[in-house]
C-alpha cells in the first residue's frame, strides 16, 4: 500500500515538476520578447551614408556630417598630390579619420574635427591621437578642426609637434583650393533672410513691425498703433 503511495507520489511530484519548468521556460521567454523592445531603443549607429561629392563642395562646414567633413578632406588633399586613405570611415580608429600619403611614402595621420566655434578641441583627444597614430604607420600627425584648440591642448600639441589647422586656417586652405564653393547656399541664405526682413506697408500707409500675441505668435501690426489697429499675419 505505502508502496503504490510512493510511486503515484513520485509520479505527481515529477508531472508537477515537468509543469513547472515549463512554465518558467515559458516566463524566461515572454521576458526575452518583452525586453526586446529596449534593446532597439538604444541610439542607432551613426550614418555612414555621405551626400555626393558635388553637393559636399557646396554645403557650409556646418552643415556637413562628420563623415562629410572627412570626404571633403580627402577631396582636398588628393587634390594637393596625396595618396588619401580614408581609414576613418565606418570603423573606431583611435580617431584617425584620414592617411595621407606623400611621394615620398611618408605618411600623415589626419583627424578631423567638425566643432562648433565654441567647443574647442580639448588635451585629451590630441592625447588620444597622438596614441592612435601608431596603428597606421604614421609619423606625422595633422590635427585639422573648424573651431579651435584649447590652450593646454594647442601647448601639448606643440610638445608632441602636432601641426593643425584652426577654423581661420582651414576655410583658408579651401579657399585656396578653389573647388569648395558654399556661397551658393549662402546666397540662398541671405535671400531668405531679405524675405523674412522686407518692409510690409500698411492700409493707412505706414510701416508694418513684427509683433507678438499672447500665445507667443508672430505677426505684423501697425507701426502707428495704438491709433491704427490694422494686423496682417506673417
Ligand atoms: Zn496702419
Known amino acids: 500500500m505505502s508502496f503504490w503511495f510512493v510511486i503515484g507520489g513520485s509520479i505527481l511530484l515529477s508531472i508537477w515538476l515537468e509543469r513547472a519548468t515549463k512554465k518558467r521556460r515559458q516566463k524566461a521567454k515572454s521576458g526575452k520578447r518583452r525586453s526586446a523592445p529596449r534593446v532597439n531603443t538604444t541610439p542607432p549607429a551613426p ?10 563642395l557646396q554645403t557650409s562646414l556646418q552643415e556637413l556630417s562628420g563623415f562629410e567633413f572627412e570626404r571633403l578632406l580627402a577631396l582636398y588633399f588628393r587634390d594637393q598630390g596625396y595618396k588619401v586613405e580614408e581609414t576613418g570611415v565606418g570603423g573606431k580608429d583611435g580617431g584617425v579619420d584620414l592617411v595621407l600619403v606623400d611621394r615620398r611614402g611618408e605618411r600623415t595621420a589626419v583627424q578631423a574635427k567638425r566643432h562648433s566655434d565654441h567647443n574647442k578641441v580639448p588635451v585629451q583627444k590630441v592625447r588620444e591621437f597622438v596614441g592612435a597614430k601608431r596603428n597606421h604607420n604614421c609619423v606625422l600627425t595633422l590635427l585639422i578642426t573648424t573651431s ?5 591642448a594647442k ?8 601641426e593643425y589647422w584652426h577654423g581661420g586656417l582651414l576655410e583658408l586652405k579651401l579657399a585656396t583650393w578653389g573647388k569648395y564653393n558654399p556661397t551658393k547656399q549662402k546666397q540662398r541664405a541671405v535671400r531668405n533672410e531679405a524675405a523674412t526682413t522686407r518692409e510690409v506697408i500698411c492700409k493707412c500707409g505706414h510701416s508694418m513691425v513684427i509683433r507678438k500675441n499672447k500665445q507667443g505668435v508672430s505677426f ?5 498703433f495704438p491709433n491704427c489697429r490694422h494686423t496682417t499675419s506673417i
Open 155 to 162: 601647448k601639448e600639441a606643440e610638445q608632441f609637434h602636432m
Open 47 to 56: 550614418s555612414t551614408e555621405i551626400r555626393p561629392d558635388v553637393v559636399i
Open 148 to 152: 579651435d584648440l584649447t590652450e593646454p
Open 220 to 224: 505684423y501690426g501697425c507701426s502707428r
